[in-house]
């Protein structure tokens, strides 16, 4: 059976709001959880909450708002990792936003001047060849301009942490392929998810939640 990739994840959001019984007696997609045991490599990863910081860049009338999470990675697996992340925000009104997409430079001198971090690397250049142990972690930065001076309830999937994947089968259990014919994996994903019970009158100033995290198949 053959579905587009956008097809997929339609399907896969209506079948969140579908009834049990429904999602019974259709033939959609149906998507694996992640194992409760290791099966593959995985990364170690300490984060940040989401902070704020407006910065003056060039070009542009007033001062920017942005969100960032400061983050080390540490590959404690048996053998050298290729770290490749990808960091894509959930907003409440529904948007994915990829993060590093056309910041400024000097939106990422300001963070790290205010981190006080001499080893913290752009998203630029972070990702390779991940070595083994304690002195080899790496310190990086995920950025994002502000989506909305009300941020509410958010989350961040972190991807590229570990190597587990699980195809994509339909109801039948026969696996899902995309318009050329191969399988269509999903990946083990961080998802870290925040709410801020502020609003838009004092942006940036208002506590950041934390709420349980999770790891999901995306």
Known sequence: ?????????????CSLLCSPAARAQDASPTYPEPSPYP????LDFKHSRPKRIVVDVP?????QAYWYITYTV?????????????????????????????????????????????????FTTIGGQ??????????????????????????????????????????????VTNEDGRPILLRKTLRLNYHIRGDEVYPGEDEVNEREHEWVMR
């Open 59 to 63: 070009g542009t009338f007033a001062p």
């Open 130 to 175: 991940l070595r083994i142990g304690e002195e080899q972690a790496k310190d990086g930065v995920a950025i994002w301009p502000e989506p909305n001076p009300r941020m509410g309830q958010f989350s961040i999937f972190v991807s590229g942490l570990s190597g587990e994947t699980a195809p994509v089968r339909d109801a039948q259990g026969n696996i």
């Open 39 to 42: 099966v593959s490599w995985e």
């Open 74 to 122: 540490t590959n404690n697996t048996d053998q050298e990792q290729i770290f490749l992340p990808v960091f894509e925000m959930l907003t409440n009104d529904g948007q994915v936003i990829r993060s590093d997409r056309n910041i400024p430079r000097r939106v990422f001198e300001a963070i790290k001047s205010r981190e006080r971090n001499e080893f913290l690397e752009p």
């Open 1 to 13: 059976m053959k579905f587009t990739l956008a097809s997929v994840v339609s399907i896969f959001a």
